[in-house]
């Protein structure tokens, strides 16, 4: 069974840093885009950011450009994504998930075959 199993959140201060990972088992995924979403209470999930299958042109929605990076390791089968400066407005459940489709399609939930549970991210004043 594929899965895709993120780790990393926490609760932590306004400011502070969190690094999020998201593994995948069952299945390499080096082919794949990588794309963070997250879906704060009562909010539809949304689009953070996703990455190429080579690492390169990654791209962000813009309430997280130049605080957020997406990364990833294809030798270790794992994405990264880093959050610094961290605000109240980024507490939510923070999923991981894959895509065959090409980057320009990133931003859109279905374009995402497989998804991981999700991990907490809050973040106080």
């Known amino acids: 069974q594929v899965q895709l199993v993120e780790s990393g959140g926490g609760f932590v201060q306004a400011g502070d840093s969190l690094r999020l990972s998201c593994a995948p088992s069952?299945?390499?995924?080096?082919?794949?885009?990588m794309g963070w979403f997250r879906q704060a209470p009562r909010k539809e999930r949304e689009f953070v950011a996703a990455?190429?299958?080579?690492?390169?042109?990654?791209y962000y929605t813009d309430s997280v450009k130049g605080r957020f990076t997406i990364s990833r390791d294809n030798a270790k089968n794992t994405v990264y994504l880093q959050m610094n400066s961290l605000k109240p407005e980024d507490t939510a459940v923070y999923y991981c998930?894959?895509?065959?489709?090409?980057?320009?399609?990133?931003?859109?939930?279905?374009?995402?075959?497989?998804w991981g549970q999700g991990t907490q991210v809050t973040v106080s004043s």
């Open positions: 998930a894959a895509s065959t489709l090409p980057l320009t399609l990133a931003a859109r939930e279905r374009s995402y075959s497989y």
């Open positions: 069952g299945r390499t995924f080096n082919t794949y885009i």
């Open positions: 990455i190429g299958w080579s690492g390169g042109s990654p």
